[in-house]
T-cell receptor, first 114, second 113 residues
Framework: DVKVTQSSRYLVKRTGEKVFLECVQD?????MFWYRQDPGLGLRLIYF???????EKGDIPEGYSVSREKKERFSLILESASTNQTSMYLC?????????????FGSGTQLSVL | AQSVSQHNHHVILSEAASLELGCNYS??????LFWYVQYPGQHLQLLLK??????LVKGIKGFEAEFIKSKFSFNLRKPSVQWSDTAEYFC???????????FGTGTRLTVIP
């Protein structure tokens, strides 16, 4: 079974801190995604990557960056956390070209920025 | 621009009632359509998907959805809900050949025993 693991379930950070959210998948998927989930707004795509060292902006990339140095790992970086980045962050992965296949999601990281 | 609309934000039903959750999308091309479910405390998982063929698709746990191209809709249905169906349901769409998946805002379903 595919496993997408997010390193932290809950995180509390202060405004201005640099925050790293880590995601690892064990199925050799090419595509990896970072979404944030907010009540009433659903899931919004922040960034995605379709290969190592490749990245594409999603719908709401402002205030975020990503790193994909290895195929299995996709990191989301908040350079200077702000309170409006308090959210549930979801990582997902899929095979490349498998656009009619499902995404595999991690359990999420609930980030609170104080 | 692509978009997905789920007009029901919160639906409350008694057990054995029938369910229909609306989903409409906007996209200028051929699409793949999905319903995902998130049970309390669990990660998102695929309920069912449509990418071609029979517009009536059946998923897990007795759910089904019908793709009506003329209405740009992909409504989710279940004839008789159970308490264990309490969850949040997300409709999603992507263009064929595209990597990105667009999600609706979600519908929270509460089933009362």
């Amino acid at each position: 079974d595919v496993k997408v693991t997010q390193s932290s379930r809950y995180l509390v950070k202060r405004t201005g801190e640099k925050v790293f959210l880590e995601c690892v998948q064990d199925m050799d998927h090419e595509n990896m995604f970072w979404y944030r989930q907010d009540p009433g707004l659903g899931l919004r795509l922040i960034y995605f990557s379709y290969d190592v060292k490749m990245k594409e902006k999603g719908d709401i990339p402002e205030g975020y960056s990503v790193s994909r140095e290895k195929k299995e790992r996709f990191s989301l970086i908040l350079e200077s956390a702000s309170t409006n980045q308090t959210s549930m962050y979801l990582c997902a992965s899929s095979f490349v070209g498998a656009t009619n296949e499902k995404l595999f999601f991690g359990s999420g990281t609930q980030l609170s920025v104080l | 621009a692509q978009s997905v609309s789920q007009h029901n934000h919160h639906v409350i039903l008694s057990e054995a009632a029938s369910l229909e959750l609306g989903c409409n999308y906007s996209y200028g091309g051929t699409v793949n359509l999905f319903w995902y479910v998130q049970y309390p405390g669990q990660h998102l998982q695929l309920l069912l998907k449509y990418f071609s063929g029979d517009p009536l698709v059946k998923g897990i746990k007795g759910f089904e959805a019908e793709f009506i191209k003329s209405k740009f809709s992909f409504n989710l249905r279940k004839p008789s809900v159970q308490w264990s169906d309490t969850a949040e349901y997300f409709c999603a769409v992507n263009g064929v050949g595209a990597n990105n998946l667009f999600f609706g805002t979600g519908t929270r379903l509460t089933v009362i025993p």
